[in-house]
């Protein structure tokens, strides 16, 4: 061979060795958001989505969102029953008929492809204390994500909860809720919460809703403790 082309060769060799991992080698981080409307108001473009990708550059990393205002956990867990004692009361829609559309969501945007690490972040529970649903709380929010956990065919799925915030004080139904959550988030094997009671001092009083700070916050803090989740799981 000329000394010209085995020259050419190597250093086609040595581009080839330093370019960058194709598409194939990329790992697919999928991140899951959900809930009702402290969850609708969070934009993930804001705050979450630049985080995580800033984490695993170089991976894929698909966000998907799916809220609703106002909805109870049962528009997301399909065996939800009524606690005993409670009434029903006027809602819309049927047992897990939002997961559904959930589900659909993120099965669009996988588009086929089967990813690598999962992340669930929920952010809900408002209808549920001052429905006087509390007790069914935490069976509940077990209960949605062992189903997106069955449907991803992911068991390893990562938890993040949204803890309520101080919006109520003194109220039972609220509290209960709160601690449903915080025990959601200690017995799941990859599980955590965030605090919010710091984002929704709205003109000096604690609002059901968060601020335009207090959303991007929000948004930092799910994606902080997500990356923590998965690094964690990853480096076992």
């Known amino acids: 061979m000329p000394v010209r082309c085995s020259c050419l060769l190597s250093l086609l060799c040595l581009v080839v060795s330093w370019s960058p991992a194709t598409a194939a080698d990329k790992k697919v981080r999928l991140f899951v958001l959900s809930g009702q409307s402290n969850m609708a108001g969070l934009d993930p473009r804001v705050s979450f989505t630049p985080a995580v990708e800033r984490e695993f550059a170089g991976d ?15 528009r997301w867990y399909k065996q939800w029953q009524l606690p005993a004692g409670a009434t029903e009361g006027k809602t819309a829609g049927k047992n897990g008929d939002l997961y559904d559309q959930l589900m659909q969501a993120v099965t669009k945007r996988l588009g086929g492809r089967k990813p690598d690490s999962v992340v669930f972040v929920w952010m809900q529970g408002e209808r549920d204390a001052k429905a006087g649903w509390q007790s069914a709380y935490y069976e509940a929010l077990r ?22 915030s101080d919006h109520l004080k003194n109220d039972a139904g609220w509290d209960a809720v709160r601690a449903a959550q915080e025990k959601v988030a200690v017995d799941e094997p990859l599980g955590t919460w965030v605090d919010t009671d710091d984002l929704n001092d ?24 997500a990356s923590e989740l998965v690094r964690k799981h990853e480096a076992k």
Not at 203 to 225: I, M, Q, S, V
């Open 60 to 74: 894929e990393v698909i966000v998907v969102k799916h809220a609703v205002g106002g909805q109870p956990i049962r």
């Open 143 to 164: 209960g949605t994500i062992e189903q997106l956990r069955v449907d991803l065919k992911h068991p390893d799925m990562a938890v993040v909860v949204g803890r309520l």
């Open 202 to 225: 709205v003109k000096g009083k604690n609002d059901l809703h968060y601020t335009k700070d207090g959303y991007a916050e929000l948004g930092r803090r799910f994606a902080a403790r």
